[in-house]
């Protein structure tokens, strides 16, 4: 088998020599941003929508991306085709880029772009069918004012600690709290949950990354008539919910059956969970949700 080709900086390299520099401040110190994309049968789906996001981290933290988003757009499609993909899990990274040992990151001067185009190994195996167990772990989503999770930044410590924490504990995901104890959301993913026939879900105000995946959930929402209402949701609130899912690009949708070792309605996917899934595969297979390889 051919060698997955890596797009570095505008060049290929075969995946075993596709290396970046180690006075990268990608590396150093996580200064940089990312996307996960997901592209389904030779479609990227809602390609502009995560170059979109992308570019909007990128604004927040004053780097300047050397790439057009068409020309961004282009070198993901580019490099899908370079590797003969139809269905890939694209990773887009762009770093501050080479500088010294110093964090300023002016002594950076070109930002480093990577995209990869590889295969999504799932967390855990048959979790649609089942749902996944949760957890709230005891390291809160970082303040809004500090490495929020609103800009997707290579700083994803936060998010390695809970899930860190729910490995220890022999549970499937962690949750995370925002600094007021209300739900924010997974790790790499965001939250809803169902109670009397309606949809709640946390506002991304208090440190939770706008999800893209949970975009789509809003829209299908609207389509088929199911109330759908942003709120702080209190850990009280997913115990005692009917239902509850995770929604993600890397995940797509997952029920959860288990909070804290509580029972989440019947401990097993619950009728409108299992709609709204529906609904988002017939969306994700969609030509018209993306882009075209
Ligand atoms: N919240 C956070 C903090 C994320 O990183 C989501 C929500 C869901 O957003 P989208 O746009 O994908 O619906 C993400 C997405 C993984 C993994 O291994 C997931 C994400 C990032 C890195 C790894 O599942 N992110």
């Known amino acids: 088998m051919e060698e997955l080709q890596i797009y570095i900086d505008g060049k290929f390299y075969p995946k075993s020599e596709a290396k970046i520099s180690v006075y990268d401040h990608g590396f150093l110190y996580g200064d940089g941003v990312f996307e996960g994309i997901r592209a389904y049968n030779g479609v990227v789906f809602k390609l502009k ?15 300047q991306i050397p790439l057009t988003k068409q020309e961004m757009t282009q ?8 590797n003969k993909m139809k269905d ?8 501050r880029g080479v ?17 990869i185009t590889d295969l999504i190994s799932i967390r855990a195996g048959n979790a649609k069918e089942t749902g996944v167990t949760t957890m709230f772990s005891w390291v809160r989503r970082n303040p809004v004012d500090a490495t929020t999770q609103e800009i997707k930044s290579l700083n994803y410590l936060n998010s390695v600690m809970a899930k860190i924490e729910a490995n220890a504990c022999g549970i499937d995901e962690a949750l995370c709290l925002d600094g ?21 879900t ?38 005692t919910a ?24 019947t401990g097993k996917p619950g009728p409108i969970t299992k709609k709204l899934m529906a609904e988002f595969q017939k969306v994700i297979e969609d030509p018209s949700q993306g882009t075209k390889i």
């Open 99 to 115: 500088g010294d040992l110093g964090l300023d990151p002016r002594k950076c001067p070109k930002a480093t772009v990577i995209i």
């Open 242 to 265: 009917d239902e509850a899912f995770f929604t993600g690009t890397a995940m797509e949708m997952v029920p959860i059956r288990e909070v804290n070792k509580r029972q989440i309605g």
């Open 88 to 95: 890939s899990y694209i990773r887009l990274v762009v770093s």
């Open 202 to 239: 946390p506002p991304t105000s208090t440190g939770a990354l706008a999800g893209i995946t949970a975009e789509v959930v809003g829209q299908i929402t609207q389509k088929i008539g199911i109330k759908l209402t942003v709120a702080n949701l209190t850990p009280f609130m997913i115990f």
């Open 75 to 82: 070198a993901v499609v580019e490099t899908l085709r370079k």
């Open 49 to 63: 929508e995560h170059i979109d996001r992308l570019y909007r981290s990128a604004h927040a933290l004053t780097l």
């Open 180 to 200: 007021n104890g209300c739900i924010a959301e997974g790790v790499g993913e965001n939250v809803f949950i169902v109670r009397n026939g309606e949809l709640l």
